[in-house]
C-alpha cells in the first residue's frame, strides 16, 4: 500500500470535510453548502462509500487530498504532509541530513514563538513600551487587532532579548540563525531589533518565521527593518497576513494585495480579511502561485506615488508571466496549427487618492475605500492611462510604442466582445481607425511549443511498461515529449478538453505539474523537484525503453489511454448522481429534478468520450499516413 492510499485509509473524508462544511444526511450520503461557492441551496456532497466529494453547483470533486488542497490552498506536498501527520503516517524515513536540518527548523520556530510572546507581553505591560501603546492608538489599533496579530515591543537594549531566550534554553547560534541576534566581526552578538514596534511575520500555515520592526523614535534609522533571509524565511515567497487571509479570499473570491503590515492590520480590523501584503513593493512569481490556488481575483491597491505606480506595473509584468492561462486551438486552412493563451484571472488596480494609504482611509472614510475596491480599474485600462501619460499619443511613433505594449494585454481577454470593446476604446482615444488595431489584434502570436522533447528509448518487452493507466501515459509523456502537443490537438478537435491535471490524481498530478515546469524550463531536472517516493517512480520508467514500433504508434496508445481514463471517471459521477436522484426519490424529495441538467451533461460528455474512442484508430492513423506523405 503506497503512502497516499495509507492516509486515506486512516482518515475519514466525512471527519476531514465536517470540520468546514455542516454536514447533514442525505440518504448513505451527506450534503450541505459547498465551501468553494456561494449558494443557498446545499449541491455540496460527501460519499462515505467511495470517500469522495462534489459539488454540483462548481463541479468541483475528488478525494480527502483534492479537498484540502482546494480548501487549505495548500500544494499536494503540504497536504501530503499535513495528512500524513493527522494519519500517524511516517511519510519516509529521513536521512541523518534530513532529520538534522528538520530539527534544526522545529528549535528556530520555537524560538521564534517564545520571541513572540515576550515581545507582545512587553507591549502590555512595560512601562518601557508607551511610546509603542501610543503609537498603535493614534494609528486606530484597537486591542483585539493588536492580540490577532500578536504585535510586540523590543526594548531599547542590546541584550534583552538574548537574555531572555537563552535562560529558556536557546543557544546564541540557533537565535543568530532564527534572525534574533547579529553576529558581530568579532564573535560578539547584540539583539537585532531595539525600541521598536514588533511585527511577527508568519508562514502559510501561521507559524511565525520572521518579524517586522517600526522604529518609534526620531533619528537616522530605517523606518522599518525585517528579519534577514533565514532557513525559514523568505521575503520572497511570504505574504504578510496570508494565514489570517486564506480563508476569506477563498469566499469572496478576490485578494487584495497592498504594500505594508499597517494596510492590512486596520483593514482586517475593519472586515477585510481578505488582504495581504509582499515583504517588498512588487510581486513575485512565487507570491501569485500562492494566491492562484486561492482565486483568480486579484485587486492592487498600493501607493499612488511614483514608485507605487512603477511596483505595480512590475507586478502586473509579474502576474502576466506566472498566473494560469487558459488555451484556446488555434486553427489556419490547413488544419490545428497550435494554442494561444488568455490570462485565466482578473486583475484590477485601486488607484489611491494621494497622499492616503489603505489603512488611513479605511480609518477615515471606509465608504469610499469600498467605493474604490468595488471601481477598481481593469488592468487593461489602468496601462493604457500610464502609458497616456508616459509617451506622446499626437506622436506616430508614441501611438506606435502604446499599441505594441497594449496588444500583449489585449490578447490575455478571454472575452473576445471584451477584447474588441477596449480596442476601440484604445484606437479612439489615440485617433487611429479601430478596424486597423482590431486586425492586428488579430494577428495572434503563436504560443511557443514547450511541450517538446527528444524522443528516447530502445527496445524491452511491453509487459514491462506502468501496468496503471495513469503511469502508463506519464510514462510515454515522458520519453515522448513532442506527444503532448499532439493529444492535445486531437482532443479539442473531438470538442474535449486539452489534457490537464485533473486527467491524474495525486502522485500521478504532481508528476504531470512538475514535468511541465521542466518543460517550460529545461535547466530544471524533474527528479529534483519531486519527492524522494516519486523520484523513484520517474527513475524507473526512464530506465525502462520503450518497444521499438513507430512514435504514431505511441500517440494513438497515448489517446485511448486517456479518453480511458475520462470515460471511467465519468462514469463514476454518473454513478453518483444516479444515486442520488434514487435515494431523492425514495424520499420524496422533489428536488430530485435539480440533478438533472449535470446528468445530461455529464451524458453528452460521455458520448463525446466514446465517439472520440471510437473515432482515434481512423482519424489519427489517416493523420500519420497523410505526414508520410
Not at 465536517?18 to 450541505?32: E, T
Not at 530506465?543 to 497515448?558: F, K, M, S
Request: some cysteine; proline content about 5%; glycine content about 6%.
Amino acid at each position: 500500500m503506497s503512502v497516499v492510499e495509507e492516509i486515506k485509509e486512516r482518515l475519514d473524508i466525512v471527519e476531514i470535510v465536517g470540520r468546514s462544511v455542516r454536514l447533514q444526511k442525505a440518504g448513505r450520503s451527506l450534503k450541505g453548502l459547498c465551501p468553494f461557492h456561494t449558494e443557498k441551496t446545499p449541491s455540496f456532497f460527501v460519499f462515505p462509500d467511495s470517500q469522495r466529494w462534489h459539488c454540483f453547483g462548481c463541479d468541483k470533486g475528488g478525494d480527502v487530498f483534492t479537498f484540502v488542497m482546494e480548501h487549505e490552498g495548500w500544494d499536494f506536498r503540504t497536504a501530503l504532509e499535513e495528512l500524513g501527520r493527522q494519519a500517524g503516517v511516517e511519510l519516509r524515513p529521513l536521512t541523518p541530513a534530513q532529520a538534522q536540518a528538520a530539527t534544526e527548523a522545529e528549535r528556530l520556530r520555537a524560538a521564534l514563538k517564545a520571541a513572540t510572546h515576550y515581545y507582545h507581553t512587553l507591549l502590555l505591560t512595560a512601562p518601557q513600551a508607551h511610546k509603542a501603546r501610543a503609537y498603535l492608538e493614534k494609528r486606530g489599533f484597537k486591542p483585539e487587532t493588536n492580540e490577532r496579530f500578536q504585535v510586540g515591543y523590543s526594548l531599547k537594549s542590546w541584550d534583552a532579548l538574548r537574555a531572555h531566550l537563552l535562560g529558556k534554553g536557546f543557544t546564541v547560534e540557533e537565535l543568530v540563525k532564527a534572525g534574533l541576534l547579529v553576529q558581530k566581526d568579532d564573535g560578539g552578538t547584540y539583539d537585532r531589533f531595539r525600541d521598536r514596534l514588533m511585527i511577527p511575520i508568519r508562514d502559510r500555515r501561521g507559524q511565525v518565521i520572521a518579524f517586522g520592526g517600526r522604529v518609534l523614535s526620531h533619528g537616522d534609522e530605517p523606518k522599518y527593518i525585517n528579519s534577514p533571509q533565514t532557513a525559514l524565511f523568505d521575503k520572497g515567497r511570504t505574504l504578510f497576513g496570508l494565514s489570517f487571509a486564506r480563508q476569506a479570499i477563498r469566499q469572496a473570491d478576490a485578494a487584495i494585495i497592498v504594500e505594508g503590515y499597517m494596510d492590512v492590520m486596520i483593514p482586517y480590523q475593519a472586515g477585510y480579511h481578505n488582504i495581504v501584503a509582499p515583504m517588498g513593493t512588487a510581486l513575485t512569481e512565487a507570491h501569485l502561485k500562492q494566491l492562484q490556488r486561492l482565486t483568480h481575483h486579484f485587486i492592487l491597491a498600493l501607493d499612488p506615488d511614483t514608485a507605487g505606480i512603477q511596483a505595480t506595473l512590475r507586478s502586473l509584468e509579474t502576474a502576466q508571466q506566472t498566473l494560469d492561462h487558459k488555451w484556446d486551438a488555434v486553427f489556419d486552412p490547413r488544419g490545428l496549427v497550435g494554442y494561444e493563451g488568455r490570462l485565466n484571472a482578473d486583475i484590477r488596480v485601486v488607484v489611491l487618492p494621494d497622499g492616503l494609504d489603505p489603512d488611513e482611509l479605511v480609518l477615515q472614510d471606509s465608504a469610499r475605500w469600498e467605493q474604490l475596491l468595488a471601481s477598481a480599474q481593469p488592468i487593461v485600462r489602468f496601462y493604457f492611462t500610464q502609458l497616456l501619460q508616459k509617451e506622446d499619443p499626437k506622436e506616430p511613433k508614441g501611438k506606435a510604442r502604446i499599441v505594441d505594449a497594449m496588444l500583449p494585454l489585449l490578447r490575455d481577454i478571454s472575452n473576445s466582445i471584451e477584447r474588441e470593446a477596449y480596442a476601440q476604446e484604445i484606437a479612439l482615444q489615440l485617433g487611429l481607425d479601430a478596424r486597423m488595431l482590431l486586425d492586428r489584434l488579430r494577428v495572434r502570436e503563436r504560443v511557443a511549443a514547450v511541450r517538446r522533447g527528444q524522443a528516447a528509448g530502445a527496445s524491452l518487452k511491453k509487459s514491462q511498461l506502468p501496468a496503471d493507466l495513469e503511469g502508463h501515459a506519464l510514462h510515454v509523456l515522458l520519453h515522448f515529449p513532442m506527444l503532448l502537443e499532439h493529444v492535445d490537438m486531437y482532443l479539442v478537435t473531438a470538442d474535449l478538453e486539452p489534457l490537464h491535471d485533473e486527467d491524474f490524481t495525486l502522485g500521478g498530478r504532481l508528476i504531470w505539474e512538475t514535468w511541465l515546469e521542466v518543460l517550460a524550463d529545461p535547466t530544471q531536472e524533474l527528479q529534483e523537484l519531486l519527492p524522494p517516493d516519486l523520484q523513484e517512480q520517474v527513475l524507473a520508467w526512464g530506465q525502462i525503453p520503450t518497444p521499438e514500433v513507430p512514435v504514431e504508434h505511441w500517440e494513438r496508445d497515448l489517446v485511448r489511454t486517456i479518453l480511458t481514463l475520462r470515460e471511467r471517471r465519468v462514469r463514476e459521477t454518473l454513478h453518483e448522481v444516479q444515486r442520488l436522484v434514487i435515494e431523492a426519490q425514495a424520499e420524496g424529495d422533489m428536488k430530485a429534478a435539480h440533478y438533472a441538467p449535470t446528468f445530461n451533461e455529464l451524458h453528452a460528455l460521455l458520448g463525446r468520450i466514446q465517439r472520440a474512442s471510437v473515432q482515434a484508430d481512423e482519424i489519427l492513423l489517416r493523420k500519420s499516413t497523410d505526414d508520410s506523405t
